[in-house]
Nanobody, 121 residues
Framework: QVQLVESGGGLVQAGGSLRLSCAAS????????MGWYRQAPGKQRELVAN???????NYADSVKGRFTISRDNAKNTVYLQMNSLEPEDTAVYYCSADWKRTWPVREKRYWGQGTQVTVSS
């Protein structure tokens, strides 16, 4: 029902920057919260940041002050600006969109295909 297309991943040196983009399409009317998760080798998938339609944001402690999440409602796109990248940020980054309907009640999280971010030391 909701399709998420990600772009912007790549290979950068420590201290560099990347900007990830995620464009949503399909049944987006009931999508409120969108976010970014990441999964590094040998680690569990973890929340990086999310943002509601109102603009409220939430960040993992490890990225606060370095990453900024934003969204362009006109383009149905969410962004993740990543600055001061560290090797520990290396992971596959997944875009998420939370679809919520109140009647009948139904909730579902949609995922993008993932984009690789590699930070060299």
């Amino acid at each position: 029902q909701v399709q998420l297309v990600e772009s912007g991943g790549g290979l950068v040196q420590a201290g560099g920057s990347l900007r990830l983009s995620c464009a949503a399409s399909g049944n987006i009317f009931n999508v409120n919260v969108m976010g970014w998760y990441r999964q590094a080798p040998g680690k569990q998938r973890e929340l990086v940041a999310n943002i509601a339609s109102s603009g409220s944001t939430n960040y993992a402690d490890s990225v606060k002050g370095r990453f900024t999440i934003s969204r362009d409602n006109a383009k149905n796109t969410v962004y993740l600006q990543m600055n001061s990248l560290e090797p520990e940020d290396t992971a596959v980054y997944y875009c998420s969109a939370d679809w919520k309907r109140t009647w009948p009640v139904r909730e579902k999280r949609y995922w993008g295909q993932g984009t690789q971010v590699t930070v060299s030391s």
